[in-house]
């Protein structure tokens, strides 16, 4: 067998001259210690270093797979002190591991290159030259290079695609049980007494929270491996949000935080990217911003359109702990919040931001980060909205709109009123702002035709009270209680709720303008009864679909797979069927497409449930034949809704 020295030096050799990296260490897998070669193979130094879990080389390590990483910045794997222990100026950086026979990784080389980037073929090349070297056949099977066998990329792939597979057949296991621990704590809830209630709102807190990071994982997961598709489509940006904006309405609401939200009206009324993921990364940067963000503390959500570059820009800024700069650096790491301190007194796993970091860079943008300790934060998401037209503007100004008052009531902290003056600002609309006086109220009094808009009113305040009940049809309130209690208010007043939506203004505005009732009547009827067919395998989610669909007035036929329930619905009609994906016999995918076929089964609704989150599982369904897919943990109120006929 060749001298250790001389071995190491034709594979140094090998490296710069093939791949051309600059310099590149050995490490050891028992200690991490490194061996270090540069470009003049000369230089041999030993560097021990403590090994952490995340960091390139811990993950080379784990599975057996080569790893490359041409965007150091934007990367959710490289550790510094870790992948480059002795602090190279490097551009790129690769990581190939040593394996024996036996499946051990006993080392692993890291390359390193100064400007250039790592192309896949130079890597394959190096497990080629790896696997060609002579080698003694009575040497130290305990050496550093003393393998017998060099395994090929082909086969790390399929070790890493059976890991996958597995990995995310565990977080559907995961989901099945957890959808009935929240649907039954939920359940409980609405008999409980107070006491009782605080016990069953932790553990269903505690349930989310596993959830969360089951989630969480299964994507940090699929982005490493490369395997988290992006499923760009033309959308309505402000239709899309509007929910997401409600969900943390509520939150707001509970924590005493002021929440506006901006949304520029010259935004494409259509952009194309993928919605979900871009939920994914609001919704992440939303719950940290009122997560860290104290009580009567602000937060402020801004959609900005730049027409030259065609790039949409959501910023969330918010005014809680706020971040270092040395902090700063590391915030998009996986599994790193600013501090310990940070992590045990809000909680969470530090998934979020290095998720939302990758998939900014996956929709061909990026996510920017502006904060001061004590002062809040800024992110800010950077995408491209693709539009290869004029587009039309998400909103449109409004024709023939009378002057508009704004009046500016006494619980109001002028954050609301900013964004009001900015949508009439934008679209070029008049407006006076003035105060909630009986002086003012009488001057404004006078003009004919306005429209008044009250922003946060004191209704202990007479003058207003009067003004109003003169006025009644032709103002519109803002508040941000969800039950105001609004004395001697007319009916045909319009209330919106804050954060203010611009559609939802603009409508009111139009309304008024052309003299049309605010008090219409809305069908309003209850659910009727109706028969519900219920398909799944586990008896506890069947039972917790039963109890639900029984609340709510209907009958319940059960079936324990795919087979069973068409069946039932051959024999008989049925309002609506939610049906699992897998169940022995016949599966959920094969029964809808059967059932679609049968006379009672053109006009059902169906929707399918499942513990799979991914985007194909979703177009799958839709294609069979699914009205829609219900994803577990299953969502009570969503539930509730679709059986409610």
């Known amino acids: 067998m060749k001298e250790e020295r001389a071995l190491f030096e034709e594979i140094g050799s090998f490296i710069i001259r093939e791949t ?38 811990a993950c ?86 003393g393998c017998e066998n060099i395994m090929t990329h082909y086969e790390l792939e399929k070790r890493l695609d059976r890991s996958n597979r597995f990995f ?69 940006l402000l239709k899309e949000f509007e929910n997401t904006v409600l969900l ?16 520029d009206p010259k935004i494409p009324y259509l952009v194309k990217s993928d919605p979900y993921r871009i939920k994914q990364i609001i919704n992440n940067l939303l719950s940290n911003a009122f997560k860290f963000t104290p009580a009567e503390g602000c937060v402020e959500m801004d959609f900005f359109y730049e027409a030259d570059s065609d790039e949409l820009s959501i910023s969330v800024r918010d005014t809680g702990i706020g971040i270092s700069q040395e902090e700063s650096k590391y915030i998009f790491e996986p599994f790193r919040q600013a501090s310990e301190r940070t992590s045990a007194q809000f909680g969470g796993t530090g998934l979020g931001l290095a998720i939302s970091k990758q998939l900014s860079i996956l929709l061909g943008g990026g996510l920017e980060l502006e904060s001061e300790k004590g002062r809040g934060s800024r992110f800010t998401l950077k995408i491209p909205c693709s539009c290869s037209y004029i587009p039309m503007p998400s909103i449109d100004r409004p024709i023939d ?12 902290r002028g954050r609301h009123i900013k964004i009001l003056e900015s949508y009439f600002d934008a679209l070029d609309i008049e407006y006076s702002l003035t105060k909630a006086s009986q002086e003012e109220l009488s001057r404004i009094e006078r003009e004919e035709d306005s429209i008044y808009i009250g922003v946060e009113m004191s209704y202990k305040n007479d003058a207003f009270i009067s003004f109003v009940q003169k006025k009644s049809e032709r103002v519109i309130l803002l508040e941000t209680t969800l039950f105001p209690e609004l004395p001697d208010i007319p009916k045909s007043v319009r209330v919106l709720k804050l954060p203010l939506l611009p559609h939802s203004l603009f409508e009111a505005l139009r309304a008024i303008s052309k003299g049309e009732e605010s008090n219409k009547k809305v069908r309003e009827s209850g659910c009727k009864s109706g028969k519900i067919v219920l398909a799944d395998d586990n008896p506890i989610i069947l039972k917790l679909l039963r109890e639900l669909t029984l609340r709510m007035g209907h009958t319940a036929k059960e079936a324990h797979n795919g087979k069973e329930a068409l069946e039932i619905l051959r024999n008989e009609s049925a309002d609506v069927l939610f049906i699992d994906r897998n169940m022995p016999i016949m599966d959920g995918m094969e029964a809808i497409k059967l059932i679609r076929e049968l006379p009672t089964g053109k006009e059902l609704r169906i929707y399918a449930l499942t513990g799979d989150w991914d985007e194909e599982t979703r177009k799958s369904f839709l294609s069979v034949g ?20």
Do not use: W
């Open 168 to 236: 995310s057949s565990v977080i559907h296991d995961i989901r099945t049980p957890m959808n009935a621990v929240l649907g039954f704590l939920e359940l409980l809830a609405e008999d409980a007494d107070s006491d009782t209630l605080d016990y069953i709102e932790a553990a269903h807190k505690s349930g989310e929270m596993v959830v969360a990071l089951v989630n969480d994982v299964l994507d940090i997961n699929k982005l490493e491996s490369g395997r988290l598709d992006i499923d760009p489509h033309f959308f309505s």
């Open 60 to 145: 080379t390590m784990d599975t057996g797979m080569a790893d490359i990483e041409n965007e150091l910045s934007q990367s959710i794997r490289y550790a510094a002190k870790i992948d480059n222990p002795l602090d190279l100026e490097i551009s790129a950086i690769a990581v190939v591991p040593y394996i024996k026979r036996d499946g051990r990784c006993m080392g692993a080389f890291i390359l390193y290159k100064e400007r250039q980037k790592f192309q896949k073929s130079q890597i394959e090349d190096f497990f080629d030259f790896l696997s060609s070297l002579e080698r003694d056949d009575e040497g130290d099977k305990d050496s550093l290079f």
């Open 626 to 645: 699914a009205d829609g897919v219900l994803h577990k943990p299953l969502d009570i109120d969503e539930f509730r809704r679709l059986i409610c006929l």
């Open 20 to 57: 051309q990296a600059q310099s590149f260490l050995f490490a050891k897998e028992s200690s991490f210690e490194y061996l270090y070669i540069d470009e003049r193979l000369r230089n041999r130094a030993s560097v021990p270093v403590e090994r952490e879990i995340r960091s390139m080389l």
């Open 401 to 412: 709109l009378p002057k508009i008052f704004i009046i500016e009531g006494a619980n109001c």
């Open 248 to 263: 943390f309405y509520h939150t707001a609401l509970k924590k005493k935080i002021d929440f506006t939200v901006y949304f």
